[in-house]
Nanobody, 125 residues
Framework: QVQLVESGGGLVQAGGSLRLSCLASGRTMSSYVMGWFRQPLGKEREFVAAISRGGDTTYYADSVKGRFTISRDNAKNTVYLQMNSVNPEDAAVYYC??????????????????WGQGTQVSLSS
């Protein structure tokens, strides 16, 4: 089992940048595919990005491709989400998730076994 704690959320201006972190404790993080999801206010939770166990393969939602970068440091048990060129549609609660599954597509919420509590990203006017 693994526990996930997100950090780094906050207020960001449109066009600005923010880096989210997710610290995993318990079982070693290298055992899991790690993902980021987000849930805008009043909407369903949606896939943002995922990264393979070794960090050599990444997956992105079309809406963030070219702007967001997911990375991981297994020695630090931490996964990151670098968010650049943030726009109002990126405002949401961002969740870190861990999957024990092997799949060709990690965009489905049902593949993930463990979730963090979330961190809020808001856009300033």
């Amino acid at each position: 089992q693994v526990q996930l704690v997100e950090s780094g959320g906050g207020l960001v201006q449109a066009g600005g940048s923010l880096r989210l972190s997710c610290l995993a404790s318990g079982r070693t993080m290298s055992s899991y595919v790690m993902g980021w999801f987000r849930q805008p206010l009043g909407k369903e939770r949606e896939f943002v990005a995922a990264i393979s166990r070794g960090g050599d393969t990444t997956y992105y939602a079309d809406s963030v491709k070219g702007r967001f970068t997911i990375s991981r440091d297994n020695a630090k048990n931490t996964v990151y989400l670098q968010m650049n060129s943030v726009n109002p549609e990126d405002a949401a609660v961002y969740y870190c998730a861990a999957s024990v599954s092997y799949s060709r597509d990690y965009s489905a919420r049902t593949l993930y076994d463990y979730w963090g509590q979330g961190t809020q990203v808001s856009l300033s006017s």
